[in-house]
Nanobody
């Protein structure tokens, strides 16, 4: 059984920082492409950042230079470090796991991030 369990998030003031974590079990994490997505009210879900099994990363233009995605294959855990947060970063953030050669991908339960003074 695949489990994708997120932690972190919450309320932070503009300019603050947060770290999201995503613990994965039931798949071979080390060879899976992993990503963070977010969905703001009234908007479509969008890719925030992704990381390949080899550690290659890509980011949405809106978060470049502020967010850092990383993975710890020994702990089967994905992270998203978010710095210099802005009100427009407010959204529900989702962890996504894409194992190779599988017809489906897997999603975490979602974590609310609210940036407000």
């Amino acid at each position: 059984q695949v489990q994708v369990v997120q932690s972190g998030g919450g309320l932070v003031q503009p300019g603050g920082s947060l770290r999201l974590s995503c613990a994965v079990s039931g798949i071979t994490f080390s060879i899976s492409r992993m990503g963070w997505y977010r969905q703001a009210p009234g908007k479509e879900r969008e890719l925030v950042a992704a990381i390949t099994s080899g550690g290659v990363t890509n980011y949405a233009d809106s978060v470049k230079g502020r967010f850092t995605i990383s993975r710890d294959n020994a702990k089967n855990t994905l992270y998203l470090r978010m710095n210099s947060l802005k009100p427009e970063d407010t959204a529900v953030y989702y962890c996504n796991a894409q194992p190779p050669r599988e017809p489906v991908d897997y999603w975490g339960q979602g974590t609310q991030v609210t940036v407000s003074s």
